[in-house]
Nanobody, 122 residues
């Protein structure tokens, strides 16, 4: 069983930066693929980025590539999402998730956090 908790969301101006963190409770954190997803009002939850268990392989959605960077610190049981050059369309609730497959699909992730709100003003 894995419990996840996101933090670091907030209100920022367009062009600004924000770093999200997701803390995991389990002691087998390094065996899980970790992903970041986001969901805006009236829209489906969409993939943002994922990272392999050891942290050596990452993949980012085209919409955030070059602006967002996923990373993890397995010694601290934490995954991060560094968000730069934020745009109003990045506004959403951001969720972290844990799974066993290196996948972009929400259906492949078994554990989810409660989410943290990110709002980017114009």
């Amino acid at each position: 069983q894995v419990q996840l908790a996101e933090s670091g969301g907030g209100l920022v101006q367009a062009g600004g930066s924000l770093r999200l963190a997701c803390a995991a409770s389990g002691r087998t954190f390094n065996t899980y693929v970790m992903g970041w997803f986001r969901q805006a009002p009236g829209k489906e939850r969409e993939f943002v980025a994922r990272i392999s268990g050891p942290g050596r392989m990452t993949f980012h959605a085209d919409s955030v590539k070059g602006r967002f960077t996923i990373s993890r610190d397995n010694a601290k049981n934490t995954v991060y999402l560094q968000m730069n050059s934020l745009k109003p369309e990045d506004t959403a609730v951001y969720y972290c998730a844990a799974g066993i497959d290196f996948s972009s699909s929400v259906r492949r992730y078994d554990y989810w956090g409660q989410g943290t709100q990110v709002t980017v003003s114009s």
